[in-house]
């Protein structure tokens, strides 16, 4: 190594990428807190979905006939949906909720369109073959209102037009709505561009940091969607460094994301 330069290596995709940086430019290198968690993935997962927080599990909340919705992440985000939707879908499939009465929607914002192999991995293989999974579509929407602030609640019609509602994300700092999650799924997960630049328009104002659930104009008009659609069950997790599950939090869409 060159004098006076320290190697740091930085994620990159699926790899990662090694740089030299002077010593002089760096005053601390500062690595997220090592977090001991005793159960799997999988035991993380079934545990939250059987003890949700201020809701009924799914057999309480789902019935035979009902058409449910499960929103998830697009492929810019890193919830692992293929980890989570297997056990979810065996929920419902207990609570009488056939394979085809449920379609997953990816909640792409003003994202691209993902191609089918991208739709695939983000589901997994069996998920993929057995349910409907498409994406979000911004030109075909339900306009339900407009929030206090102005934000016209424009949603995608089968997310609107769903019996049942179910979304999932995973929590972390988000730099002006506070943390990721919760009803983001929603909006600006399956809304249009008009509705989400006057969303975010408020990250300017005070309030509108990470961390901050309080007061938080953008959070606040997100939140607020909730008295024009309903999420009947929230799935959110909390990954540590390596993409890995360490947490989960299911059921009323607020209280859990809380």
Same mark, same amino acid.
């Given at each position: 190594?060159?004098e006076?330069?320290?190697?740091?290596?930085?994620?990159?995709?699926?790899?990662?990428?090694?740089?030299?940086?002077?010593a002089?430019?760096?005053?601390?290198i500062?690595?997220?807190?090592?977090?001991?968690?005793?159960?799997?993935?999988?035991?993380?997962? @079934?545990?939250?979905?059987?003890?949700?927080?201020?809701?009924?599990?799914i057999d309480?909340?789902?019935?035979?006939g009902d058409?449910?919705?499960?929103?998830?992440?697009?492929?810019?985000?890193?919830?692992?949906?293929?980890?989570?939707?297997?056990?979810?879908?065996?929920?419902?499939?207990?609570?009488?909720? @056939?394979?085809?009465?449920?379609?997953i929607?990816?909640?792409?914002g003003?994202?691209r369109?993902?191609?089918?192999?991208?739709?695939?991995?983000?589901?997994?293989d069996?998920?993929?073959?057995?349910?409907?999974?498409?994406?979000?579509?911004?030109?075909?929407?339900?306009?339900?209102?407009?929030?206090?602030?102005?934000?016209p609640?424009?949603?995608?019609?089968?997310?609107?037009?769903?019996d049942?509602?179910?979304?999932?994300?995973?929590?972390?700092?988000?730099y002006?709505?506070?943390?990721s999650?919760?009803?983001k799924?929603?909006?600006p997960?399956?809304?249009?561009?008009?509705?989400?630049?006057?969303?975010?328009?408020?990250?300017?104002?005070?309030?509108?940091?990470?961390?901050?659930?309080?007061?938080?104009?953008?959070?606040?008009?997100?939140?607020?969607?909730?008295?024009?659609?309903?999420?009947?069950?929230?799935?959110?997790?909390?990954?540590?460094?390596?993409?890995?599950i360490?947490?989960?939090?299911a059921?009323?869409?607020?209280?859990?994301?809380r």
């Open positions: 190594m060159e006076g330069f320290i190697k740091v290596e930085l994620g990159f995709g699926k790899q990662s990428k090694l740089l030299l940086v002077p002089k430019n760096i005053g601390k500062m690595h997220g807190e090592k977090i001991d968690v005793q159960l799997s993935e999988a035991e993380v997962v @079934e545990q939250a979905l059987k003890d949700p927080i201020k809701a009924l599990p309480g909340t789902f019935k035979k058409k449910v919705v499960v929103i998830t992440s697009d492929l810019t985000r890193p919830m692992p949906s293929y980890k989570v939707l297997p056990q979810l879908i065996m929920e419902l499939n207990r609570a009488g909720i @056939e394979d085809n009465d449920i379609t929607v990816f909640g792409l003003i994202h369109k993902q191609t089918v192999e991208e739709k695939r991995k983000l589901v997994g069996d998920v993929f073959i057995r349910i409907t999974c498409i994406d979000s579509d911004p030109d075909d929407v339900v306009s339900l209102g407009v929030t206090s602030s102005g934000t609640v424009d949603i995608f019609r089968q997310v609107v037009e769903a049942k509602r179910i979304c999932l994300g995973n929590i972390e700092y988000h002006f709505a506070g943390y999650g919760g009803y799924a929603i909006m997960g399956v809304s249009t561009f008009p509705a989400i630049q006057k969303n975010h328009s408020h990250m300017v104002e005070e309030g509108a940091r990470a961390s901050n659930l309080v007061n938080n104009p953008v959070r606040d008009d997100i939140e607020e969607v909730a008295g024009f659609i309903k999420i009947d069950f929230l799935f959110n997790v909390v990954l540590n460094e390596h993409k890995k360490i947490g989960a939090f059921g009323d869409p607020v209280a859990a994301h």
